[in-house]
């Protein structure tokens, strides 16, 4: 069974500061691996994939997401939040696009002034 | 291009009833899953439909059943509802790629 584990429930950061949010998985296989943000009352948009090759990959607002199988490890990264980052963050497993996707249970990020 | 739209927005129902929630995908996408995501938690898969067919199932009671059109417009329905069954409701639509969300049903059960 495919799982994925979010350590970090609730992240506050400056403005300007760097991010990162952890998120493990649990998969038998090479996963298909997808970061979402939410922001409050919306829907889930789509921040970066990762299937295969390159294993640092890049995506939407500035973010950056890096695959390492050793440690089971798909974390998310940000060199410089802005206000409008504050928002809900899920990293999700699949065992291929269209099948059904596994999230985490999110990371609340706060950005201070 | 519109994206994915779902109707209505919000909600209200009693326990007992029956609701009925409908998505509309992205152009172009033939897949369409949903999600039910209780308020702090992550979103849960239900179902997803293919060709008008269930395709692949959660771990949710015979009370979530849906629905593909044709057209692949999809809807879930939820029968007997329970307190529990509130949550936002969340369709995703997709085509041999990632998936892509529709900004929800937010269902209240009172």
């Known amino acids: 069974a495919q799982s994925v584990t979010q350590p970090d429930i609730h992240i506050t950061v400056s403005e300007g500061a760097s991010l990162e949010l952890r998120c493990n998985y649990s998969y038998g296989a090479t996963p298909y691996l997808f970061w979402y943000v939410q922001s409050p009352g919306q829907g889930l948009q789509l921040l970066l994939k990762?299937?295969?090759?390159?294993?640092l990959v890049q995506g939407i607002k500035g973010f950056e997401a890096e695959f390492k199988r050793s440690q089971s490890s798909f974390n998310l990264r940000k060199p410089s939040v802005h206000w409008s980052d504050a928002a809900e963050y899920f990293c999700a497993v699949a065992p291929g696009y269209d099948y059904k996707l596994s999230f985490g249970a999110g990371t609340t990020v706060t950005v201070r002034a | 291009d519109a994206g994915v739209t779902q109707s209505p927005t919000h909600l209200i129902k009693t326990r007992g009833q029956q609701v009925t929630l409908r998505c509309s995908p992205k152009s172009g996408h033939d897949t369409v899953s949903w999600y039910q995501q209780a308020l702090g938690q992550g979103p849960q898969f239900i179902f997803q439909?293919?060709?008008?067919?269930?395709?692949q199932r959660g771990n949710f009671p015979d009370r979530f059943s849906g629905h593909q059109f044709p057209n692949y417009s999809s809807e879930l329905n939820v029968n007997a509802l329970l307190l529990g069954d509130s949550a936002l409701y969340l369709c995703a639509s997709s085509l041999r790629n990632e998936q892509y969300f529709g900004p929800g049903t937010r269902l209240t059960v009172t």
């Open positions: 439909y293919y060709e008008e067919e269930e395709r």
């Open positions: 990762y299937f295969s090759g390159d294993t």
